[in-house]
């Protein structure tokens, strides 16, 4: 079973943890970390725009990656939400394993 990472950014942490305690909730990631505030630096609508937000990092499966990048997207308050996710080449077995059984379905 291959294993993900997704980062999504946040406008502030209280949006970041209802989104990340969503996921984690619905099983659609075993944990989320969230990062402290950050600065963004983006071009939006023809500017240049700077503004803080937080990070989040969930780890989910590559089973269950599209329906947790399906549900940010219908809970994030911003139009284009930043949502990235790449693969977990290789990590602390029991890790992984972890992330496994807390994102089955049936569990």
């Given at each position: ?6 980062y999504v950014?946040?406008?502030?942490e209280v ?16 944990c ?12 939006w ?8 937000e937080?990070?989040?990092?969930a ?5 269950r990656?599209?329906?947790l ?18 693969p977990?080449?290789?990590g602390h077995?029991?890790y992984?394993d972890?992330?496994?059984a807390e994102?089955?379905?049936?569990a």
């Amino acid at each position: 079973m291959s294993h993900f990472s997704v980062y999504v950014t946040a406008p502030d942490e209280v949006t970041a943890l209802a989104i990340a305690r969503t996921l984690v909730e619905e099983r659609l990631a075993a944990c989320a970390n969230i990062l402290g505030p950050i600065t963004s630096v983006y071009r939006w609508d023809g500017n240049i725009e700077v503004a803080g937000e937080v990070a989040l990092i969930a780890k989910t499966t590559a089973e269950r990656r599209d329906a947790l990048v399906a549900r940010v997207k219908a809970i994030h308050p911003y139009q284009v939400p930043c949502i990235v996710a790449w693969p977990i080449p290789a990590g602390h077995q029991p890790y992984l394993d972890w992330i496994s059984a807390e994102t089955a379905s049936s569990a």
